[in-house]
């Protein structure tokens, strides 16, 4: 509740954005982060650097998609309403890059 003292209106349409976006990217990182693996898979050898050029790449691209989404939105406290969805995004990328690492090894040992 972030916005809520830039009133209730503020706050209801900043959740609502927040929310929908969240939803949005949620049924779609796993694709993005298994797409950029992929590609990345091509263009590099070592692991570390595998992983995280996807990490940067998806989170860079989801991120900046979610804070221009709230800025057009009018969100008032931009920073504040997306950071806890980023600290958690960049959990669940570097966590699902590991388990993609993982099946990656196993495929190919």
């Known amino acids: 509740m972030v916005n809520l003292e830039h009133g209730a209106r503020a706050a209801a349409k900043a959740a609502c954005v927040q929310g929908l976006y969240s939803f949005t990217v949620t049924l779609g990182m796993t694709l993005v982060l298994e797409t950029v693996f992929k590609v990345m898979s091509r263009y590099f050898k070592a692991r570390w650097l595998i992983d995280w ?11 900046s998609g979610s804070w221009y989404v709230n800025v057009l939105a009018g969100t008032p406290e931009v920073f504040r309403t997306v950071v806890l969805g980023y600290v958690i995004g960049g959990v669940y990328c570097i966590l699902y890059v590991r388990g993609l690492a993982q099946a990656h090894r196993n495929l190919h040992d």
């Not at 050029?53 to 991120?63: E, R």
């Open 53 to 63: 050029t996807t990490i940067a790449t998806a989170c860079g691209a989801v991120f």
